[in-house]
């Protein structure tokens, strides 16, 4: 994959390939960036803050993760011309090499997309993950949340092992350092492997 110069929004949260991010943006240098997005239907990189805090603050020298998730905005409502509301969905997972910050406050980096998790079927010994995965998907969707509430989108790949471990990497409230191991891993059998350890050990299944 060939190395590309991406825009960064860095993040407390850890963005999973088809997970859903909704955000609120009202910082000029993201809404800079949102709107340029929109206008060329492009995604930024969403990286996990190590250091450092999400609003910008002076002198500040924050830490990002080594691998972050390109976000592509799906819908953007704008109440005031200082606020978008926005709900994104993650795409390819990504290696950043470096960064640096630009004038405005806005950070761009230097990225290498990774290969996508291969389609793996979920087996036998870990089916109660996805058994249960499928259970709460259900409860949400009959519970009173609204359509933007519910953090599980479709399409449902619920026999997939990647996307099962991703939705569980979400869903879980797991240490930020964990969740970023976790989507590093190139080998979704065993991202789901180490999810359902962790299922079990908060008695989950």
């Known amino acids: 994959m060939p190395i590309e110069e991406m825009p960064l ?4 949260t850890v963005l999973f390939p088809d997970g859903y991010l909704p955000m609120q943006i009202f910082e000029v240098r993201y809404l800079d960036l949102i709107r340029n997005c929109l206008r060329t239907k492009t995604p930024f990189g969403i990286v996990g803050l ?3 805090n999400e609003v910008r ?16 905005i799906t819908d953007c409502d704008a109440p005031m011309p200082t606020l978008l509301k926005i709900q994104t969905r993650g795409g390819d997972r990504f ?5 640096e910050q630009r004038k405005n406050g806005l950070w761009v980096g230097q990225i290498q997309r990774m290969t996508a998790d291969a389609p793996i079927q979920v087996p036998e010994h870990l089916q109660a993950s996805s058994d249960t995965l499928a259970n709460l998907i259900e ?10 509430q519910i953090p599980v989108k479709p399409p449902m790949r619920l026999n997939d092992c990647g996307w099962v471990a ?8 797991l240490e930020k350092t964990t969740k970023i191991q976790l989507l590093a891993l190139d080998n979704p059998l065993l991202r789901l492997e180490l999810v359902t350890d962790e299922l079990e050990a908060r008695g989950l299944i």
């Open 95 to 99: 290696k950043l090499f470096s960064s």
């Open 57 to 72: 603050k002076p002198d500040e020298a924050p830490m990002f993760s080594e691998v972050g998730t390109l976000a592509n």
């Open 139 to 148: 409860t949400l969707e009959t519970s009173d949340l609204s359509p933007e």
């Open 9 to 12: 929004f860095p993040l407390n």
């Open 50 to 52: 190590l250091e450092g």
């Open 166 to 173: 991703n939705r569980w990497c979400e869903l879980m409230p």
